[in-house]
């Protein structure tokens, strides 16, 4: 069989050897506590701000605005319940702060709203355009006194949407409301600093830029006043308490350094990698669609609906033939329920159950997307003749 082809760099990315090679160290022989006094906890937690050095430097912000987390999830979590509970009943306030966000976020975001509801915060999910996108009038509309932080997302994971992030970042500034993006699809993979977005906290995890799994950041503008998210220990700075990761931190630093080395060249590889991947599609299969922005979108992100078929089916079989890719409607918890993004954007039912999401990274290749146009239409040929939905 021919070499393993892995197409879900949206879901995760091989950790790059540079990111392994620096960890390596911090795996073994550095195995101190970066929050003790001696000199191999303080060599420890001398990498961890050098590591919050190189996120800053990725983000355009001072290191002390990056705080590590677990994850994208938690640095969402942080974001969305340090607002919601800084003023809400849970914290002793009286005011039910309202919270603006859309139906196509992830789940990280969507329930962390759910649960904010469930202890009194008011919650506004704007509908999203038939791309995935949010218009920023809607944003504007729908703030109102009280409205205490806007959260929409800076791309979106299963179509590669990307949102007018710089204009609702203005509207919510211009409003006085704290403005959060979901960055976790768009750090490391295209060209901005918070302050060009405008955000006053962003989101990241390190193994969707060729980090390590289990580390993450959130960018927290200085001046914002955001209720701690862990209680325990003072690490990171008393907001985040718990022995902090340092092989991953370690790790999240130098993805970051990789993340900004040579980006838009990479953007523009996988732009032009996303085209032929999309020319092919259409040249070879009917009635392919394809989804979210034509040119608001991240470069190397590419979500199709093939008609007659389910995403699943898709997975497994050209998983059989060697390549890994994702369906919208399974990419998060392997529910077999339609996409949330797909239904937001519209799509009916059973088109939302037929998505395939291809994503690119930097090991991908013009021979890898070669390979798949050889495969893929007798892939879609064998389930659509299969398919009781399916008629040519
Ligand atoms: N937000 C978005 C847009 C994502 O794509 C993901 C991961 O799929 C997350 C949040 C969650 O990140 P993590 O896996 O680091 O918790």
Redesign the pocket.
Known sequence: MSEFVYFDH??TTPMAPQVRDAMYPWLGEKFGNAATLYSVGAEASEAMETARAAVASMLGSRPEEVYFTS???ES?NWALKGVGCVTCSCRGGSERPHIITDRAE?H?VLDTCEFLEGIGAEVTYLDVDGHGRVDPDDVKAAIRPGTRLVSI?HAN?EVGSVNPIREIARIAREAGVLMHT?A??TVGKLSYSVDSLGVDLL?L?G??FHGPKGV?ALYIRKGVKLAPFMHGGGQELGKRAGTSNVPGIVGLGAASCLGCGGRDAEAAREKALSERLIAGVRERIPSVEILGHPTERLPGTVCMVVEGIEGEAMVLSLDAEGFACASGSACTTGSLDPSHVLLAMGLPHERAHGSLRISFGRGSTEEQVDRFLEVFPGVVEKLRRMSPTWKD
Do not use: F, I, L, W
Request: glycine share 12%.
């Open positions: 949206a879901a994850c994208g999830t969402d992830h990280a997302m994971n979901d976790v699809q989101s995890s193994h969707k993450g």
